[in-house]
T-cell receptor, first 115, second 113 residues
């Protein structure tokens, strides 16, 4: 149980366009999901906490207008990178935790390349 | 400095034990985790430990926690080639359910034949 599915796994887009990444909890409901960004040879950095039915909570330094988060249902959170630039190229990973389960389950990640 | 620190590389011979170390700074950490990441993949939860525990063992994995020194270690017994990956230490700082994790930079475990 506690599977998180993330799509797409890899995307290449042109500068100035927007890209949407989906994160789904497949066999449980997640009122809270988390979005991380991973740079090469760096740790995962928490970008924001996605809350079902309310606004996301962004970490310091993360532009909320650039990284739009929508958590419209208990099983789906989306991250939209707006007006993408090459410096947004990175590996984005979502996660969620099942209530009563202390571990956090991660999606398989999305490799975004902006050209 | 970094909140969670790990050495970047560890090289061991196949069959030996691997010990990956991690230090953290926040004494309010309630849960500490070890995740495994293989190339191009997401993170796989290996194990976790409550802050009120000293040791936890699960098959080949042993986690030791020294709260006084804020030091966490992961021991992998009988290391195999399939254990080659990046191992992340992570902490969760409060008891609430809506907290993300703070990760170290990861230790790349290299297995020598």
């Amino acid at each position: 149980g506690a599977v998180v599915s993330q799509h797409p796994s890899r995307v290449i887009c042109k500068s100035g366009t927007s890209v949407k990444i989906e994160c789904r909890s497949l066999d449980f409901q997640a009122t809270t999901m988390f979005w991380y960004r991973q740079f090469p040879k760096k740790s995962l950095m928490l970008m924001a906490t996605s809350n079902e039915g309310s606004k996301a909570t962004y970490e310091q330094g993360v532009e909320k207008d650039k990284f739009l988060i929508n958590h419209a249902s208990l099983t789906l959170s989306t991250l939209t990178v707006t007006s993408a630039h090459p410096e947004d190229s990175s590996f984005y990973i979502c996660s969620a935790n099942l209530v009563g389960y202390y571990g956090y389950t991660f999606g398989s990640g999305t490799r975004l390349t902006v050209v | 400095g970094e909140d969670v620190e790990q050495s970047l590389f560890l090289s061991v011979r196949e069959g030996d034990s691997s010990v990956i170390n991690c230090t953290y700074t926040d004494s309010s950490s309630t849960y500490l985790y070890w995740y495994k990441q293989e190339p191009g993949a997401g993170l796989q939860l290996l194990t976790y430990i409550f802050s009120n525990m000293d040791m936890k063992q699960d098959q080949r994995l042993t986690v030791l926690l020294n709260k006084k020194d804020k030091h966490l270690s992961l021991r992998i017994a009988d290391t195999q080639t399939g254990d080659s990956a990046i191992y992340f230490c992570a902490e969760r700082r409060s008891g609430g359910g809506a907290d993300g994790l703070t990760f170290g930079k990861g230790t790349h475990l290299i297995i020598q034949p």
